[in-house]
């Protein structure tokens, strides 16, 4: 199948369309194009699979044990749909699937393309937001894990680029904490609109544009999940500081601590070291106080740790 057959392809170019056939004079557009892709079944062009040859692909190996210090809890059971197995490493269909999703990301990337480059045959590219972004991250055999719906870094990151007009310098990043309800409104002040009182989050419009320089945007980010393929009911509650990160599960005395500066894979659990509990306690306060989990009747105590 060629690009434009794919559904992704397809709707790529009805924006495209749009943008070439539209008079937009000065009145403003906003437009959404959603795209499907890196998202399973792993379809992609033939040439998009070429450029991995499996045999030469680097695969880091995941670590055997390493859920002996981890909470059954943390644990998404996606990996058996995939065929593989918790703790035992499947070098070939690790790689088939590897080449399949890498496949799918360059097919994706073709297609932005696109929408960039009509962006700028319109003349828009120096008057118009550009902003990429995913809602998840993706486990690709990370402590036997393929999916989302984790709270591991692989999964609780995402990726995200911004480009205002004049404002962004080319290739510059920063190492900055935000998170996503930070977005709408760095958007309403980076298009300059008044940013209603109601709205959540925190513009990081002065972090876009350098202003901010090595302050921190936030000193911590949070996040929540639902984990329907491992308990009737698992709510698990992240807040992740620049070097740490503490996961606690609703209804259960256990959890994880990781020191990312130290262990950036997050393979030892310090939850129960000694040497740690008044990091664990500081952090789980601060992670109770930003808590809004609504669908778990018996939220976690900060007592019962």
């Not at 792993?42 to 190996?61: C, G, M, N, Q, R």
């Not at 320089?213 to 000193?219: E, K, Q």
């Not at 949070?222 to 599960?249: C, D, F, P, Q």
Request: hydrophobic share 35%; glycine share 6%.
């Amino acid at each position: 199948m060629s690009d434009e057959e794919h559904k992704d392809g397809r709707n790529v170019r009805r924006v495209v369309s749009w943008l070439d056939q539209k008079s937009h004079g000065d009145k403003p557009f906003f437009i959404a194009c959603g795209i499907q892709k890196p998202h399973v079944p792993f379809w992609a062009p033939k040439k998009y699979f070429d450029l991995y040859p499996k045999e030469k692909l680097v695969i880091p190996p995941a670590l055997v044990g390493d859920w002996n210090d981890i909470p059954p809890r943390a644990m998404v059971k996606r990996f058996k749909a995939f065929g593989f197995e918790l703790d035992k490493e499947n070098d070939p269909l690790r790689r088939a699937y590897t080449q399949a999703y890498h496949a799918c990301i360059s097919f994706i990337d073709a297609q932005i393309g696109l929408l960039l480059d009509a962006l700028k045959r319109n003349k828009l590219w120096e008057n118009t937001i550009v902003i990429l972004i995913s809602d998840h991250g993706y486990h690709l055999g990370e402590h036997y894990m393929w999916g989302k719906v984790s709270l591991f870094e692989e999964c609780a990151r995402v990726p995200m680029i911004v480009r205002v007009p004049g404002r962004t310098r080319e290739g510059t990043s920063s190492s900055g904490l935000i998170e996503l309800v930070d977005l709408c409104p760095t958007l309403l002040e980076a298009a300059g609109l008044e940013i209603p009182e109601r709205v959540q989050g925190k513009s990081f419009y002065r972090v876009l544009t350098g202003e901010a320089g090595n302050a921190s945007h936030r000193d911590s980010v949070y996040s929540e999940y639902y984990n329907a393929w491992t308990h009737e009911r698992s709510y698990g509650t992240m807040l992740r500081t620049e070097n740490e990160k503490i996961v606690v599960y609703h209804g259960d005395e256990v959890g994880e601590l990781y020191d990312l500066e130290e262990d950036p894979d997050e393979f030892t659990n310090l939850w129960d070291d000694p040497g740690h509990k008044e990091k664990k306690l500081e952090l789980l306060k601060r992670a109770f106080d930003r808590s809004v989990l609504t669908m778990d009747p018996t939220p976690p105590r900060l007592g019962a740790f």
